[in-house]
């Protein structure tokens, strides 16, 4: 089993920062791909950052330049630091985890979602 807690969200005006962190703990082999997702009111979520496990990264176009995932696999942790925010960041942001499990000699690979953080970026 796997649980993750995503925290770092709040209110903030335009052209500030946020630092939003997801820790990963119970019981599994390993972490592997980890990301965030954010659905705004009205909208269907979307993908926002990914990291594999080996550190590559990929980001949506809106926020390249501006937002930098990163994760510290000692602490199954990943982040997602956000500088020059915009009104149209305001969402809730979700952390996505892909975790695998030892069961009885067989690997199983399962997808995970924290309940999400409420990011609001006033005017």
């Known amino acids: 089993q796997v649980h993750l807690v995503e925290s770092g969200g709040g209110l903030v005006q335009a052209g500030g920062s946020l630092r939003l962190s997801c820790a990963a703990s119970?019981?599994?082999?390993?972490?592997?791909?980890m990301g965030w997702y954010r659905q705004a009111p009205g909208k269907q979520r979307e993908l926002v950052a990914t990291?594999?496990?080996?550190?590559?990264?990929n980001y949506v176009d809106s926020v390249k330049g501006r937002f930098t995932i990163s994760r510290d696999n000692a602490k199954n942790t990943v982040y997602l630091q956000m500088n020059s925010l915009k009104p149209e960041d305001t969402a809730v942001y979700y952390c996505?985890?892909?975790?695998?499990?030892?069961?009885?000699?067989?690997?199983?690979?399962?997808?995970?979602w924290g309940q999400g953080t409420q990011v609001t970026v006033s005017s």
């Open positions: 996505n985890a892909d975790a695998d499990y030892l069961v009885i000699a067989t690997m199983y690979r399962t997808e995970h």
């Open positions: 119970g019981s599994f082999f390993s972490i592997n791909n």
């Open positions: 990291i594999t496990s080996g550190g590559s990264r």
